[in-house]
């Protein structure tokens, strides 16, 4: 039995694309666990890159089977539209994607709602995507909400469709002034039952298919999406995700049992970065916050927003290790780095003149909290076509000594570009 979990140790965007791409070559089975439409993992291959939102990267390799579990929200458009995409890059998906029956639908009315709650909160607004991520695993919870094998039975799709759209419009009406029409309401039920019949194909009881791949000593990789401090649960609430992308949520967003995982990797970034609204202690408002900006390319994958970037902290990636029983992770976009004469590390956090070695859960603290840097020397070097780490200046390796001292974590994988061979393998991961 070989199956690792992927995660997030930070805010999100930390390269999970691309390692899971790389792990994807030596797994026989890759399963996205929660999160939608709202996650972007990009991955370069050759001359050509690829967004995902919802598929798992590993349908780019041959003979490997993706699934998307039942803890993920699925936006039926964005789906076909990736599908399709595929498609016409040469990339077949039929035989290789299944989706989980139990898995909840996005529907245009969530898409409203999010949009219009987003701005109803004005100087408070959380920073989502507006793909309606949060109101339907709202409806999840409430028990409302449609699943995707709901999608194939026009009776049963307009007989729940009903009675939501009663429910809805009268909260868009009386809070938003806005009227979801007779016209919209039979337009959705129309596309919706044709999405349906569209995917009934890839419909199937994933956690019965991972788990026999488990029993049959297939190599399983659980890809999550955005980070663990974006966690619904444990990140910087209210200024979260709507799901849980730490190592616990693969058990109950996949359903398989803990005993079933073998190993946590987790994805850091050699800086940190968070998109949207929220305390970010390290963050830099200044040119080497907006140089590390541009040359990291940071902006989102699924909205082109531009991410706020602030140093490495290792306060934060230790409590996402301890969070998720990480052992060793991947450290991603270490190149962009390259040319700084001083690098800094936050090792720790002051509040009120008082020194903070865990990060603190509650967010009045952390508002308040002045990152403790140490600095480090840079190197000039360009690392980007090494593929020995042991040809990486000391400056560097004292640098990734130092993160793993801080964080009790081993660095596996070091990534020194976005291309599949820009990656430098430590430990064996599978």
């Known amino acids: 039995m070989s199956t690792i979990v992927v995660v997030g140790s930070q805010w999100g965007d930390e390269g999970k694309g691309k390692i899971t791409d790389l792990l994807s070559e ?250 949207g609204e929220g305390p970010f202690p390290t963050e830099m408002l200044d040119k080497t916050g907006n140089d590390i900006r541009t040359k990291g390319g940071e902006f989102g994958a699924t909205t082109g927003r531009p991410r706020r970037c602030g140093w490495f902290d290792a306060v934060v990636v230790k409590y996402a290790v301890r969070l998720s029983g990480m052992e060793s992770m991947a450290l991603t976009k270490i190149d962009v780095l390259s040319g700084l004469e001083k690098i800094k590390i936050c090792t720790s956090y002051q509040y009120h003149g008082e020194k903070i070695n865990d990060f603190p859960t509650d967010l009045e603290i952390l508002k308040k909290c002045i990152p403790v840097y140490e600095e480090l020397d840079g190197w000039k070097e360009d690392i980007s076509k090494i593929n020995d780490f042991q040809d990486f200046p000391l400056a560097l390796k004292k640098y990734i000594e130092k993160i793993e001292t801080l964080t009790n974590a081993k660095i596996a994988i070091v990534s020194v570009g976005p291309k599949r061979k820009q990656t430098i393998i430590r430990e064996k991961i599978f």
């Open 26 to 275: 030596e797994s026989n089975v890759i399963v996205r666990y929660q999160g939608g439409s709202n996650a972007g993992h990009t991955v370069v291959d050759g001359e050509r890159q690829y967004v995902f939102h919802l598929i798992p990267s590993g349908i780019l390799h041959q003979g490997k089977k993706c699934y998307i579990g039942s803890g993920v929200v699925i936006d039926p458009s964005s789906l076909l539209q990736e599908i399709e995409d595929l498609r016409k890059q040469g990339i077949e998906v039929e035989g290789k994607l299944f989706i989980d029956a139990k898995a909840h639908v996005v529907f245009p009315y969530h898409k409203t709602l999010d949009e219009k709650k987003e701005e109803k909160r004005g100087q408070n607004k959380i920073g989502t995507t507006k793909r309606g991520i949060g109101p339907a695993y709202i409806d999840k919870n409430a028990r409302c909400g449609i699943r995707m094998s709901d999608l194939i039975y026009k009776d049963i799709l307009e007989k729940k469709l009903k009675r939501n759209f009663e429910e809805k419009n009268e909260n868009l009406l009386k809070i938003y002034n806005y009227d979801l029409t007779l016209q919209e309401q039979a337009t959705i039920l129309n596309e919706y039952g044709q999405y349906g019949q569209a995917l009934k194909p890839y419909i199937r009881d994933v956690s019965l298919l991972v788990n026999q791949a488990i029993d049959e000593n297939k190599k399983v990789l659980f890809e999550g999406a955005q980070g663990s401090l974006l966690d619904i649960d444990h990140g910087t609430y209210p200024y979260v995700t709507s799901s849980s992308p730490i190592a616990g949520g693969a058990c109950t967003g996949i359903g398989v049992g803990p005993t079933k995982i073998n190993k946590v990797l987790g994805i850091t970034k050699a800086y940190t970065t968070r998109v």
